[in-house]
């Protein structure tokens, strides 16, 4: 213990002080990033539990006008000779699918497709429109993966404005009365595409 007549330096008394300092600073540090690591974990975990329950894209019906109106006239030359017309499909369910042979998500998709024209072709017909591409290109393209629908050519991409498609794949489904009940923006799959119809067909498509 310290004499009070014992002299004390000033460089101690600072020492004592920082290091006081030190303690109280490293002290609200350690408060602020316990706070911070708190408030990040509860973020984490909100935005965790809203991807785990939000419904994949492909099964959310995208904003259009299209929607629940009847669908834009759509007719002109084939891919692969003479014309194609959507008129001529009235009476049945219609996936008009926007797609092109350059586009990285339609060969993630054509098998899909392809996979639910087989299964559902008494059901469903596939309606393609060739957006923006080469006939040449879109013609390997569809037969690599053995599909064999219609398609319509929209070489200047003037079909797809009319439709309000801005890239593909983009896809419409037509209910057999001829109006669109949705829009599926991007690749879809077969499971998908049939829970979308059993969904349109509970209410009355």
Not at 21 to 46: E, N, P
Not at 56 to 69: D, I, T, V, Y
Not at 102 to 116: D, I
Not at 180 to 202: D, E, F, M, Y
Request: net charge positive; aromatic share 10%; charged share 15%.
């Amino acid at each position: 213990m310290r004499s009070i007549s014992e002299p004390v330096s000033l460089d101690e008394d600072l020492s004592h002080t920082e290091d006081r300092v030190t303690k109280v600073g490293v002290a609200q540090g350690s408060r602020r990033l316990r706070l911070v690591a708190t408030l990040l974990g509860i973020v984490f975990v909100v935005f965790a539990g809203f991807l785990a329950t939000r419904k994949p894209a492909s099964l959310q019906s995208a904003p259009s006008p299209l929607l629940f109106h009847s669908a834009p006239a759509l007719s002109g030359p084939s891919l692969f000779g003479g014309s194609v017309s959507l008129s001529n499909y009235r009476g049945r369910f219609v996936l008009v699918n926007f797609f092109a042979s350059w586009c990285a998500s339609c060969r993630t998709e054509m098998p899909q497709l392809v996979s639910f024209a087989k299964a559902e072709s008494k059901l469903v017909q596939i309606f393609g429109v060739d957006y923006d591409d080469e006939n040449a290109s879109a013609k390997s393209f569809l037969s690599a993966y053995g599909a064999n629908w219609p398609v319509l050519v929209d070489s200047n991409g003037q079909t797809a404005l009319r439709w309000g498609v801005s890239e593909p794949p983009e896809s419409f489904l037509i209910a057999p009365n001829g109006k669109v009940v949705t829009k599926i923006i991007g690749p879809i799959t077969a499971k998908q595409l049939s829970v979308l119809i059993q969904i349109a067909k509970s209410k009355g498509y």
